[in-house]
């Protein structure tokens, strides 16, 4: 099932948090939804789950609009919320049946898909205690079995790896990887790593704006513009090394890093091979060449240069 | 049909897991017991096989003892975030608020289940007039079903259980005594319609064995209107 969001727009009092933002998920894919805080990206998620009705615009989930087809929409949709709310007084095997009772799992399927559940979120140790009794981690892992427990076509996942151990993050995004082959699943985040491992599409929402769209590959060019190169020469003396540099055709800006180290930042012009131009220049002059690293823009850079301001 | 049922039932088992349940068994049977067999105008002042002074204690009793069953059904949903998991799933706001009313009803229903015993006593003794002792008890269930669910209106108000319970017992203050007290001060047209809207009127007759539709319209009008109106603040989810 695809998702379509229609020029959604959610005011909280004069505040936009939601500003007509439009998307599409395809079936299939995993998008990863980013943000500072407060962009907005919970209450998206609120409003794809029809927990929230948007002042405008619509939500079309396998082609069926939100609020008309919610009872039968809701049913293929697994969702995590933020800070992952349970019922603390209840021993997690009988919330699991609560909840696949809601899910309208038929009776003799039940202890299945909990065994299941129990099985592929890591729960066997702890199983009998009541959810108030729980770590974190764990009560993170109930929150992703409620959500897994129809098998749903559709998981919109809201932090999911918040309170996780490192070991548990790695399992977690794996297993979201595995579901992510067959279900569409939005997973908002601000954890950057974590959407690079996980996620083939990026969003990038700032208050209540997208301002990026794309894979994490684009996203950098995009934010990139022209590639860059660190150079470390040695056996020349800095000052010639920096001029020759700049003469070079392809060479648009050089700036020192280091300059007792001799340590240099070029920019390249679009469709220049710099790095090579570099290599020559250093065989005619016998410099010594001891680093050429191309720079990529980390996705943090891209981030940070498209919320902060 | 079915999410109401599997809603009431996990209402249930947690009132009787956090021992609510418990405590409200012991303490509505321990007031309702000590008052209507052992102190004041009991049961053998009467002079007559009769329940009547048993109602006019449980209709005090259940109006303090329903706001805390109801204080916390939304108000804690609210406040801990599980509405938002309860409400994203194949459930409507009309299927939580009708789940958590039937569980409030059905313990209220197994409290008073629990003073059968006063029944069996009570005609061993005399002649006892089981219309009117249907009659009470109808009129006891009822009067609880609409405080529960003015309850559950003042619940899904607030995300503070306090509040929530100060709030019903305000709300059914006015049901309760209030429009009976305005009523007496009033003449004419003012105090009938006063009159009209006190609980305590349409109780009084029912418990006397007098089985009026007037009645039954009056209470399941207020009950649809507190659920109406607990749905109608559930849905702005603005808390």
Excluded at chain 1, 13 to 24: K, P, Y
Excluded at chain 2, 161 to 170: G, K, L, P
Aim: hydrophobic share 45%; with cysteine; charged share 20%.
């Amino acid at each position: 099932m695809d998702i379509t969001v229609e020029n959604v727009l959610k005011t909280y009092g004069l505040q936009r948090a939601v500003d007509s933002i439009s998307f599409h998920v395809k079936t299939g894919e995993i998008l990863g939804f980013l943000g500072p805080n407060g962009a907005g990206k919970t209450t998206t998620m609120k409003i794809i789950t029809n927990y929230m009705i948007p002042d405008k615009g619509v939500v079309k989930i396998g082609g069926k609009s939100m609020p008309e087809y919610a009872n039968e929409l809701k049913r293929h949709i697994g969702y995590l919320p933020e800070n992952n709310p349970l019922y603390d007084d209840m021993p997690m095997l009988d919330y699991l049946e609560f909840v696949a009772g809601l899910q309208e799992i038929p009776k003799e399927k039940i202890d299945e898909r909990i065994r299941e559940m129990v099985r592929v979120c890591g729960l066997n140790a702890e199983k009998h205690k009541k959810i108030g009794e729980l770590s974190k981690g764990y009560k993170q892992r109930v929150g992703l079995a409620q959500a897994l427990i129809h098998d749903p076509e559709i998981l919109i996942l809201d932090e999911p790896t918040t309170g996780l151990d490192p070991n548990q993050i790695v399992e977690i995004r794996k297993l979201i990887r595995e579901l992510g082959q067959h279900k569409t699943v939005i997973l908002s985040t601000h954890i950057l790593p974590e959407v690079e491992a996980t996620c083939d599409r990026i969003l990038i929402i700032n208050k209540g704006k997208i301002v990026a769209d794309g894979t994490s590959e684009n996203l950098r060019k995009q934010a990139q513009g022209q590639d860059m190169i660190k150079a470390g020469i040695k056996d020349g003396d800095p000052n010639e090394i920096f001029k020759a540099l700049q003469e070079l055709p392809g060479s648009s800006v050089v700036d020192f890093i280091d300059r007792n180290r001799n340590r240099f930042e070029i920019q390249s012009k679009p469709d220049h091979d710099l790095a090579r131009e570099i290599f020559n220049l250093c065989v005619a002059r016998k410099w010594v060449i001891t680093e050429l690293t191309p720079v990529e823009t980390k996705l943090e850079d891209v981030f940070r240069e498209l919320t902060m301001n | 049909m079915k999410p109401i049922w599997i809603i009431t039932k996990r209402e249930l088992r947690s009132y009787f897991d956090s021992l609510i349940a418990y405590i409200l068994l012991v303490l509505f049977l321990a007031f309702s017991g000590f008052f209507t067999w052992l102190f004041g105008s009991d049961i053998f002042m009467s002079g007559q096989a009769s329940l009547r002074s048993f109602f006019s204690i449980a209709y005090w009793t259940l109006f303090f003892f329903i706001p805390a069953l109801t204080m916390r059904l939304l108000a804690e949903e609210n406040r801990s975030g599980t509405l938002e998991l309860l409400l994203t799933k194949p459930v409507s706001d009309r299927d939580v608020v009708l789940g958590k009313f039937t569980a409030a009803l059905t313990l209220i229903i197994i409290s008073l289940l629990f003073t059968l015993p006063y029944v069996i006593t009570v005609s061993s003794i005399g002649n006892l007039d089981s219309g009117a002792v249907f009659c009470g008890y109808l009129g006891l269930v009822l009067m609880s079903a609409v405080y529960i669910s003015i309850g559950l209106y003042a619940s899904s108000i607030t995300s503070n259980q306090i509040v929530a319970f100060m709030t019903a017992i305000f709300i059914g203050l006015f049901f309760h005594i209030l429009f009976d007290v305005l009523a007496s001060s009033f003449t004419g047209l003012t105090g009938e319609i006063f009159s009209f809207l006190s609980v305590s009127t349409h109780f009084e007759s029912m418990a006397r064995g007098v089985l009026d539709t007037k009645d039954l319209i009056y209470f399941l009008s207020l009950i649809v209107l507190g659920l109406k109106m607990a749905e109608d603040s559930l849905a702005k989810r603005n808390i």
